[in-house]
């Protein structure tokens, strides 16, 4: 059975304080470890995709980075405007995404 | 463009109720997916479908039902309201998984149902 862990649960930062979210899984074929944002009463919006270990995609502040078996989301400098629940959903060979709970990241200005 | 649009936003149930969540995008996109997301936990696919007249369970299927009459529309239907049904529901459409970054799902604002 596919399983993703996400930790920690939730993270306070002080503004341009950086840090990294982490996304433990264990998949069958991995196709691809996607990262969403979910602000509050909205759907989750996609970040990035990554599809093999190594990879690295970037975007504003944010830099998601791919092993065998756990995915990082870096956050540089981080202003208030992150603050939102990110989502970690790897795809295994059945072609369905696994969610994680995700990590609520509160940065206060 | 509108995207996924699903309605009702907000609704309450009695127990042994029934209703409808409308979904529908613009995109057209051949996949479409209902998940569940209940507090402190991830995304729980219910049904989804890769085109239309093509449905198949997800991970909690029971007392659920859908249709795909249409690429654009995707109703999810609750039979008999229970209490364990309050959530919040999302509808979202890809083009494709496997398929680079077209398997990128989009996903509606979502209903948020309560079963009293």
């Known amino acids: 059975e596919d399983q993703v862990t996400q930790s920690p649960e939730a993270l306070r930062l002080q503004e341009g304080e950086s840090s990294s979210l982490n996304c433990s899984y264990t998949?069958?074929?991995?196709?691809?470890l996607f990262w969403y944002r979910q602000d509050p009463g909205k759907g989750p919006e996609f970040l990035f995709t990554l599809y093999s270990a190594g990879e690295e995609k970037e975007k504003e502040r944010l830099k998601a980075t791919l092993t065998k078996k756990e995915s990082f989301l870096h956050i540089t400098a981080p202003k208030p405007e992150d603050s939102a629940t990110y989502l970690c959903?790897?795809?295994?060979?059945?072609?369905?995404?696994?969610f994680g709970k995700g990590t609520l990241l509160t940065v206060n200005p | 463009n509108a995207g996924v649009t699903q309605t009702p936003k907000f609704r309450i149930l009695k127990i042994g109720q029934s209703m409808t969540l409308q979904c529908t995008q613009d995109m057209n996109h051949n996949y479409m997916y209902w998940y569940r997301q209940d507090p402190g936990m991830g995304l729980k696919l219910i049904y989804y479908?890769?085109?239309?007249?093509?449905?198949d369970k997800g991970e909690v299927p029971n007392g659920y039902n859908v249709s795909r009459s249409t690429t654009e529309d995707f109703p999810l239907r609750l039979e008999l309201a229970a209490p364990s049904q309050t959530s919040v529901y999302f509808c979202?459409?890809?083009?494709?998984?496997?398929?680079?970054?077209?398997?990128?799902?989009?996903f509606g604002s979502g209903t948020q149902l309560s079963v009293l």
């Open positions: 979202a459409s890809s083009y494709a998984p496997g398929v680079g970054t077209n398997e990128k799902l989009f």
């Open positions: 959903a790897p795809g295994g060979s059945n072609y369905k995404l696994t």
């Open positions: 479908s890769v085109g239309a007249g093509i449905t």
């Open positions: 998949v069958s074929g991995l196709r691809g």
